[in-house]
């Protein structure tokens, strides 16, 4: 995530109203299912407030009574009212229902606003990451997605509800103060004007407040990408040990989060006090012009005391919330920011349909990443259905790159990638998918069963073809041995399977769609020899009507292959049966020299320890 550049000068109303308005326009989508509610809240916060100020004219009237022991005399906008004892106690316990009624709404009302906002915005973000082209998501850091999906849409749904709250206190402070000015209008002016000059007054601790939660939202996101990788490197850690140096580095990010943590605690509670210690002194100022200027009679005066009193309390409600905003802005741009990258990348989803792949063809294809040198350059090949491919070089010279342009994860930067004659761009991704399968060298498991871990998530995929791909992969007397056989729940560390089993459950994944084309990297660099024989019959049995790619290093994988593409320094040095490239190609000879070695110097040590 990228941190926000802040002004070392101070910035003048009218930068601040830019960028408050600009604020406003990339989070007013976020508010789009909460229109209708928040106008419900504003209409409920106003008749709300009057009722209060009704309420509060009626308790003082109510109290002046009962102390001269005679009956109730109200004063209402310059009309009078006179109500016997038990009739204003009736009318005030109804009054307080009532407006005990509307609170409870408004206060209901948000909350159904926060929980649907939280469920709509991780909807939209996952949908957006989900629909993201693979270029958006490779480039982010472990936990940067987690973090944003539950801390930035958690304080994003937070916001809502508090913008809501603000509405709501803003309106009754409004109803409570033009209850006041119908009483006596000097008081209300004086707390009106007093108030607005406080709150521009505050606004330099508020920006602060929004600079400090600024840092600590993008801080949160790195200690979370820190916090996962720990997650993900504890066995390489139990191994290697935690040292001083491992130890520091995350240590060093949690300072980073706490400076700006409590920056923005102290500023959190710092700026409502101080609101309400000055609100305090202005009500006393209000109270002083009432005194001089006179209110009519007691009554009145109880009324227009404790109207002011609750408005100044909502005035304090209206400063803490907008302080919890500027607090939780920051955390919203981060939504912001990666809700428009991964919409503004999206995937291309293709305009041809497709139901079986016949070649692939690629001519003169390049790639480079952003700002990099060229990856791949100049790469040409034929391949039709019922070919197995063997992709060999060493490490660097671009094979990784090479497998996720045949996937269509990245698109080339020169050249055309065609497929049955068309460019592969233009087939449907859909199609594509259910065409395509993959087996990537490090396999991904998900807590689930077994079953569901061969079907990952294809519902057209029944049990009869999960179990037929478990066997075409040697897997399924294993699956059988396991405490409940397919439905064992197994997942990233699950100790009920090994390294191999897990490999051969991805084998199987891939198999059960009966793919068109098949790429495997290293598919049998976690098997033993007869499990990569297994393997190996298995690729033979798909290699009729399918085309295969087989990225490996160990030359005993490319037995099966009917022709081996060597690629070194980005380029195709070398595409021919193994035969052929040990007489005209060096780096294949060299190679196939040094696995004979080790293969008879293996043999030996084995025979000298028997």
Known sequence: MSRRPESKFRRSPLTTARESLAAWRRIAPFFSKSRGKIVLISIA?????????????????????????????????????DLTIPVALGLGVALAVLRGILQLWVVYLPAVMGGQAMVDLRTRLFDAFVGAAWPSKASERDGGFQSVML???????????????????????????????VMSPAAAAVITVVSLVLF???????????KSATTLSSENIEYAKTTQEAAALAEETEVFGASAAYRGRFYSQLRAVQVPSQRVRFLSAAVPSL?????????????????????????????????????VTYGQRVQTVVSSVDE????????????????????????????????????????????????????????KSGETIGIVGPSGSGKSTLVQLLLRLREPTEG?????????????????????????????????????????????????????AARRSHLHDDILRLPHGYDTIVGARASLVSGGQKQRICLARALAARPSVMILDEPTSALDVKSEESVQES??????????????HRLSTLAICDRVMVIADG?????????????????????SEISSRAAVQGSARRSERG
């Open 539 to 552: 690729l033979r049995d798909l290699a009729g009507d399918s085309v295969v790619f087989l990225v490996a």
């Open 275 to 311: 609101y309400q210690s000055v609100a305090l002194l202005v009500l006393v100022l209000a109270l002083g012009v009432v005194a001089l200027l006179g209110a009519g009679n007691v009554a009145t005066l109880g009324a227009v005391v404790l109207i002011l009193v609750r408005a």
């Open 45 to 81: 916060s106003v008749v709300a407030g009057l009722l209060e100020a009704v309420l509060l004219t009626l308790i003082a009237a109510l109290a002046l009574a009962l102390a001269d022991g005679r009956d109730v005399r109200m004063e209402l906008g310059g009309i009078g009212l």
């Open 151 to 181: 801390n930035q849409v958690r304080a994003t749904s937070e916001t809502i509800v508090l913008i809501a709250g603000i509405i709501s206190a803003a309106l009754m402070f409004a109803s409570l103060l033009a209850s006041a000015v």
């Open 416 to 468: 055309t990638y065609s497929v049955n004659g068309v460019s592969a761009s233009d087939i449907d991704r859909e199609d594509w998918r259910r065409m395509v399968t993959y087996v990537p060298q490090s396999p991904q498991l998900f807590y689930g069963t077994v079953r569901e871990n061969i079907r990952f998530f294809r519902d057209d995929i029944d049990d009869a073809a999960v179990e037929d």
């Open 200 to 210: 521009a007054a505050l606004r330099p601790l508020s920006n602060s407040l929004r």
């Open 571 to 591: 380029a195709i040095v070398g595409l021919d049966t193994a035969e052929n490239l040990m007489d005209n190609n060096t780096y294949f000879r060299e190679v």
């Open 328 to 383: 939780k802005l920051p955390f919203v741009h981060h939504l912001a920011d990666a809700i428009e990258r991964y919409e503004s990348q999206p995937q291309d989803p293709g305009r041809q349909g497709a139901d079986h792949i016949g070649d692939l063809t690629m001519s003169g294809v390049g790639f480079h990443y952003e700002g990099g040198a060229d990856v791949l350059r100049d790469v040409s090949f034929s391949v």
